[in-house]
């Protein structure tokens, strides 16, 4: 396993935590001076100088803000009216991952490359197999003409010597679903209508070029500047997430001022009685296999680049959809905020009623860190509803399919199967299943490879965290078909 | 070979959320060459960060024995450790 979070993300957290600390100080009146104080003089450029450094870090801030770098009208807008906008909106900004077009280094395009490990040898397979008449020998050595290459990679297969190499555009590489392309100049952009929110080309750029739209300063202005009932519906993703136990963290979240906390978990107790009872009813109808619904990038990849599959998603609602739905039944005039490993929760949460916003557990933690709260030393407040084993499985891969099948038990024979990333290469498998069919009955899929535990919200190691998760799932009772939930 | 080169991360929710988690994957991939000479522990938060309002800008904070490593970062505590591993040779 590698260092997850490289520069660019963890500048991501150093940008949420002085924007929550400038609005809890002057509400941004000084909010200008971030980039300054992130990038300051005496310090070495990441970038071609620090003022261009500056640059990027005034639009990183701005998403950070909740507004879009893409939408900019005037370039001379401050942060500090920046953030005031923010402050006056009504509605939580709409999810959108956008680039920062003079962050994006624009990666070179050919993405075969010839190095000089090559011989110049007599056979040439690079150029007898290129079917663009791309590649020439100049000088004994060979090279690819850069417009007529279509990046099949049949030289990078065929030389002998291995002196092809394939130059990746990280973030073309990591979406799924080709979502991310190039413009005439270089630049990537995101087309909305195929992206799902899934955030995978957010974490692998590697100059923080790309970003989405916060909501944590409409979060923080509800708490700080309304009377309104704040309730946080934390998923079950989040042990291990803040060091200290999950009671002292429901003191932390009522310390910095909301008014409840709830456990997504619960929501997923419920989630797993309906999608087990369910999966039965599918299976007894003849139906060959049925996948989770639960993850919103697969749900919404789904629904726009796998339609053959369509039939065979379930039904059920997501845990945060049953939760939300608990809390707003309690009290209707509450302010639900689900906090979550997740992006595309913001896109799913913008089709649910119940949900207002939704926060990363990054942002939670800046809003923690710039309000100098330690979750160790918090008092210890439990929860009012209680979730079990099952529910609290969730967000480790396996975790869903294992709940639903300690429900199914023997009535019906379940076989899942774990669908662990949602790569080009498990969309593909997924098709297949849609239109041919295949051994398992039962799909869970996960986007993020390992479960929610590897969502980019995320703060912990996924390895450490799958532990948690797996720790805190023990300690529950077991849930039942008729188990009473809520 | 002298005693084990002691790591300690604190894992206080500043530093914890400013990257120290990153560090503790020292516990799964730390280098060869320090793998097994080095022990590592989670520390609950030292006061470090509470000195001044902004002082949260040095954390992370890492013990590497007796030596701290502010703004730690992996590449930084692997580099503390090889010159503490060098010094007990």
């Known amino acids: 396993m590698l260092i997850p979070k490289n520069n660019a993300n963890l500048m991501r957290t150093k940008i949420l935590i002085k924007l929550a600390e400038s609005y809890l100080q002057d509400k941004f009146a000084q909010a ?85 490990v090559c011989r110049g040898c007599f056979a040439q397979p690079c150029r007898l197999n290129c079917p663009k008449e791309a590649i020439s020998i100049i000088k004994g050595r060979a090279h690819i003409d850069p417009d007529k290459c279509v990046n099949c990679g049949k030289c990078f297969e065929v030389c002998p010597y291995h002196s092809v190499v394939k130059i990746p555009v990280p973030c073309e590489e990591a979406c799924p679903v080709g979502a991310i392309t190039k413009d005439e100049s270089g630049k990537e952009h995101i087309d909305t209508e195929k992206c799902i929110s899934c955030g995978k080309c957010l974490a692998s750029c590697p100059f923080g070029a790309i970003v989405e739209r916060s909501q944590m300063i409409d979060v923080m202005r509800e ?97 945060m959809y049953y939760t939300a739905e608990l809390v707003k039944k309690e009290a209707p005039d509450c302010v639900a905020v689900f906090v979550g490993p997740c992006l595309a929760k913001r896109a799913e949460a913008e089709w649910d009623p119940n949900v207002d916003y939704v926060l990363t557990f990054e942002e939670l933690g800046a809003m923690l860190v710039a309000a100098g709260i330690n979750v160790d030393e918090c008092e210890e407040i439990p929860f009012n509803k209680i979730s079990h084993v099952q529910g609290r499985q969730f967000p480790v891969t396996g975790g869903v399919a294992g709940a639903v099948a300690s429900l199914v038990g023997d009535k019906f024979d379940i076989r899942p199967e774990k669908i662990d990333g949602l790569t080009k290469e498990n969309i593909k498998l997924l098709k297949r299943y849609a239109t041919k069919g295949g051994e398992n009955n039962m799909l869970e899929v996960m986007c993020c490879e390992g479960g929610c535990v590897s969502g980019p919200g995320c ?28 | 070979m002298a005693n084990k080169v002691k790591v300690r991360i604190c894992v206080g929710t500043s530093c914890f959320v400013m990257g120290a988690a990153q560090i503790q994957s020292l516990e799964f991939n730390a280098p060869a060459d320090i793998a097994e000479q080095i022990e590592i522990v989670e520390e609950r ?45």
């Open chain 2, 45 to 89: 938060c030292m006061n470090l960060c509470k000195d001044v309002k902004t002082k949260y800008n040095n954390g992370p904070f890492v013990f590497v024995n007796d030596e701290l490593v502010e703004e730690a970062t992996y590449e930084k505590v692997v580099n503390k450790i090889r010159e503490e591993i060098k010094k007990s040779c």
């Open chain 1, 223 to 319: 708490i700080k500047e309304t009377d309104k009932h704040v309730v946080a519906m934390l998923a079950p993703a989040i042990s291990g997430q803040f060091p200290g136990s999950l009671n002292a963290l429901v003191g932390a979240l009522k310390k910095f001022g909301f008014s409840d906390v709830i456990e997504v978990a619960v929501g997923a107790d419920i989630t797993t009685q309906k999608e087990a009872a369910e999966f039965v009813e599918r299976m007894e109808d003849g139906k060959p296999f049925m996948t989770t619904s639960c993850c919103p990038a697969y749900f919404r990849a789904a629904q726009v680049h796998i339609p053959e599959i369509k039939p065979f998603v379930s039904d059920t609602k997501t845990p």
């Open chain 1, 32 to 116: 200008d001076r971030i980039p300054l104080e992130l990038r300051p003089k005496d310090m070495q450029s990441s970038r071609c100088c620090i003022y261009k450094d500056r640059a990027v870090l005034k639009y990183r801030c701005m998403a950070g803000l909740g507004h879009c770098p893409e939408e900019e009208q005037d370039e001379l807008i401050t942060l500090k009216e920046y953030g005031e906008q923010a402050l006056e909106r009504k509605e939580a900004p709409k999810n959108k991952l956008s680039v920062i077009d003079i962050a994006c280094s624009a990666c070179v395009k050919s993405q075969y490359v010839i190095t000089d």
């Open chain 1, 459 to 486: 703060i912990a190691l996924s390895k450490k965290a799958a532990r948690a998760v797996d720790a805190y799932a023990q300690t529950g009772e077991v849930l039942k078909e008729d188990t009473k939930i809520g």
